[in-house]
């Protein structure tokens, strides 16, 4: 088999866990259980890489030569996007084919395709660590690393990527077309096309370094701004339906309204990442004036699960996966809607970009939009791996582990995030708006009492986090074992519209 | 032309910009709560968190220098605000009204 030949030092590991007892599974099911695992060795690669950062702000000296600052946080970030990326296609892999009503088109090819990228991301990690300094040329840009920020993999790599992604659409869009459509999937679906469609506005360059970051922001702002938000609507929108059993015409309606409010301010505020980087003064109003409106919508939606909660009294069959989806709501409001908010205007933004308090939004968005909702639906597919078993109250062991790593997790990045804002606040009022900026301010900047501390916090919580972490793994590889009762019964979704 | 926040203002308004969307967010919950139970005293309540809405917007607009064609941004985040939370309840009631078999007057009632 084309799919052997491949070599890939996880794979034996891999091959375990897949191989016990995934009979009940379909093969998109057990492809995805593959997608799930990678992802969270990439969670773990994240953590510990992000911590190595963070000591590193405290002692500079630390490993200074060895594995730099730069290659620390280039792993961290990098890991985080992949391994959310894996995470959503696993969550895909793991829906479709109860979505179509049909088994998984081209299933051989899409394993082929999961260890080819799996194969890629480890190479490409492996090069980032190995060669961490050196000339930048064609080369380099080619097989080692093309120095952007957060889409540092190299040309070779992001061929790969996009041709991965066209296997994966290919699977995915056929499997739909072979079964049944419905609004969950062909909203899904068409999000696909500008997912992959968006990434080829990262992969050329141009000599005026303006228009170049025009460009790169695409792939960065809308991937994260709009189709990660759509794919995650969609994936939420089946999640919901598993674990409360609620109604397809609601959960699908809901989907096209949030797509719409979504895009209404999303794409436009893309304009706040175009504030200073060179681009028509008109950047300052209109992406100031739409990053305004973004929250809104949030807040709306808090009338719907107010409305949704009071008016159906919703019994969950996976208590792990709905806490973890009411996080996501939680986290998705505070770290984009408040955090975002506090600083995306340009008259504050102008001394608050790049500086720790970005940092503090990212970590809450990221957490909160993406995270949060890939680990729901991890217990939503062990659930059903482990027999389809009882994940609701009363568990036997009080569910103590998904609890204590919930908390942990949560308590740990808000946390992080304060932590981060104090430090970004004295660093836009001293390095920015009083010492303009200069190399000299900076580095004053940095030896602030604020600043110290709150990275020495930043660094608790992220200990925190990382507790948490080892926690949600441990749950992961016990939860539902030995369970002998079965889900509880909720509501049936309604018939497939669309 | 913008002109940037002054000094003494950054904490004003990046932490009067964090409370319009907390407020936001507390008049949008009044406001389901107090119809999806009935209860009366929300109703004023979610009135009261408006209010604050709109002082901290006032600050918020005081300190971010939102003068000019900046000030229609602080209309607009009023009015939508306001605006957004009743639209999506009527959309709420109408999804699941239509969904449910019944119809939105009824649970309007």
């Known amino acids: ?498 | 032309m913008i002109d940037p926040v002054e000094l003494q203002r950054i904490a004003v308004a990046a932490l009067s910009a964090g409370g319009i969307v907390l407020f936001g967010a507390a008049y949008a919950i009044c406001l389901a709560l107090g119809r999806l139970k009935g209860l009366a005293i929300l109703r004023p309540l979610s009135y009261l968190a408006y209010l604050a809405l709109v002082a901290v917007t006032v600050l918020f607009a005081w300190a971010m220098n939102l003068t000019g064609a900046w000030a229609f941004l602080t209309l607009v985040l009023l009015v939508g605000y306001f605006v957004a939370p009743r639209a999506i309840w009527r959309l709420s009631v109408a999804t699941h009204g239509t969904s449910e078999g019944k119809t939105m007057e009824a649970e309007n009632e």
């Open chain 1, 1 to 498: 088999m084309a799919e052997a030949a491949i070599a890939n030092p996880v794979r034996p590991a891999l091959d375990a866990i897949a191989a016990r007892d995934t009979s009940s599974l379909s093969a998109g099911q057990r492809l995805a259980l593959k997608y799930f695992l990678v992802a969270m060795v990439l969670f773990v690669a994240q953590m510990l890489f992000g911590l190595l950062a963070g000591l590193q702000f405290l002692y500079p000296e630390f490993l200074y030569g060895v594995l730099d600052f730069n290659v620390n946080r280039m792993v961290h970030i990098n890991a985080m996007i992949v391994w959310m990326l894996y995470g959503f296609i696993g969550s895909i892999y793991w829906l479709v084919e109860d979505e179509a009503g049909v088994e998984l088109v081209g299933a051989k090819l899409a394993n082929i395709n999961f260890w080819v990228l799996t194969s890629a991301v480890a190479v490409v990690v492996v090069v980032y660590l190995v060669v961490q300094v050196g000339p930048g040329n064609k080369m380099s840009i080619w097989f080692i690393n093309e120095g952007r920020e957060y889409i540092e993999a190299p040309r070779w790599a992001d061929i790969g990527i996009v041709v991965c992604m066209g296997v994966f659409f290919y699977t995915v869009a056929g499997t739909f077309m072979k079964g049944r459509w419905s609004g969950i999937s062909g909203t899904l679906v068409l999000d696909l096309i500008a997912l992959a469609g968006l990434y080829l506005a990262g992969m050329f360059y141009t000599t005026n370094l303006s228009v170049d970051q025009y460009w790169w922001w695409w792939v960065v702002h809308l991937w994260v701004e709009a189709t990660w938000e759509v794919l995650v609507g969609c994936i939420m929108a089946w999640g919901l339906m598993k674990t409360l059993g609620a109604r397809r015409e609601i959960v699908t309606t809901w989907l096209y309204i949030e797509v719409a409010m979504m895009f209404g301010a999303g794409i436009l505020g893309l304009g706040h990442h175009y504030f200073w980087i060179g681009t028509p003064e008109y950047w300052l109003g209109i992406g100031g004036f739409f990053s305004a409106l973004e929250p809104i919508p949030l807040v709306a939606m808090v009338v719907h699960a107010v409305y949704d909660a009071g008016r159906h009294s919703f019994q969950s069959r996976n208590h792990p996966a709905l806490a973890w989806l009411i996080a996501h709501a939680f986290g998705n409001f505070l770290g984009a809607g408040v955090w975002g908010f506090i600083h995306t205007l340009p008259q504050i933004n102008l001394y608050t970009h790049g500086t720790q308090w970005t940092t503090s939004h990212g970590h809450l968005a990221f957490f909160g939009a993406y995270a949060t909702i890939v680990i729901a639906f991890i217990y939503i597919a062990l659930q059903r791996w482990r027999g389809d078993v009882w994940m609701s109250g009363d568990l036997p062991d009080r569910g103590w582990k998904w609890k204590w790593s919930l908390a942990l997790l949560n308590v740990g990045m808000l946390g992080m995030t304060i932590a981060l804002l104090i430090a970004g606040y004295e660093q836009s009022f001293i390095e920015r708006a009083i010492g303009g900026s200069t190399w000299a301010a900076y580095f004053e900047g940095q030896t602030q009492p604020w600043f110290v501390q709150g990275m020495q916090w930043r660094m608790v919580f992220g200990v925190v986090m990382t507790l948490g972490m080892v926690l949600l793994l441990w749950d992961f590889l016990t939860i539902g074992r030995g369970e002998t009762r079965p889900a509880k019964e909720v509501h049936a979704p309604g018939p497939h519209v669309g």
